[in-house]
């Protein structure tokens, strides 16, 4: 039996190129018929975002240095090669980023019970469909019983803070091997690609390693 192509992503609930990237691949996947496992790893693209956040068009302007009508642009653009892949983004003129510490808290605790993709996407879908503030831990609540895991439990892991030391070591083992932007995908812990290259990119890419296996067995 092939064991399944392993995929380790560092990715950001906030980050759209995240979605769409995995959106992609989840494509790619089903286009080349080569099996695949995911593993999700914590990045944050804002550490010391303020607590209530910041409206998201303000944002890119501040930290990209564009204007209103880029940051139009890009969402724009967005939306666009979000639509056929199934991806409903909703931004808004009041659309805002958020600090997503805890939500990482969260990912990592749901490992446990092998819940962490379903939370993943859970969580992509609260942020940039629904619009949510996944910083509130409500919203974050929420979106835990929408993937079938304890409520109460979860409250109780964001109210110890229990998770909080591991997931920064995680972070901090990332950014060390030089990831600085997400999403970062690394192929059967060899190969790593940065941003969304696409279905047919990573259609490739599958394709290469299932050939590299079979040529060394």
Request: charged share 25%; aromatic share 10%; glycine share 6%.
């Amino acid at each position: 039996m092939t064991t399944p192509i392993r995929i380790d992503i560092v990715s950001d609930v906030v980050c759209p190129w995240c979605i769409v990237g995995f959106r992609q691949l989840e494509q790619a996947v089903a286009q080349s018929g080569i099996e695949a496992v995911v593993y999700w790893h914590p990045f944050e693209l804002n550490p010391d975002m303020v607590p209530e956040g910041e409206n998201l068009r303000d944002h890119i302007m501040r930290k990209y240095g564009s204007t209103a009508e880029q940051s139009a642009k890009a969402r724009e653009n967005l939306q666009t090669i979000g639509a056929p892949l199934g991806i409903n983004f909703a931004f808004s003129d009041d659309a805002r980023i958020y600090n997503t510490f805890q939500a990482h808290q969260l990912l990592h605790w749901a490992q446990d019970f092998e819940k962490s993709h379903d939370l993943k996407l859970a969580l992509f879908n609260t942020y940039f469909e629904q619009g949510k503030d996944v910083s509130n831990s409500d919203v974050l609540l929420d979106a835990v019983a929408s993937v079938g895991l304890d409520r109460d439990e979860a409250a109780e892991v964001l109210k110890d803070g229990r998770f909080a030391d591991i997931v920064r070591e995680k972070e901090q083992f990332w950014t060390s091997r030089g990831v600085s932007g997400v999403p970062t995908m690394v192929f059967d812990q060899r190969h790593a690609t940065s941003g969304a290259q696409g279905v047919e990119t990573f259609a490739n890419i599958l394709t290469q390693l299932s050939q590299a296996r079979e040529a060394a067995s």
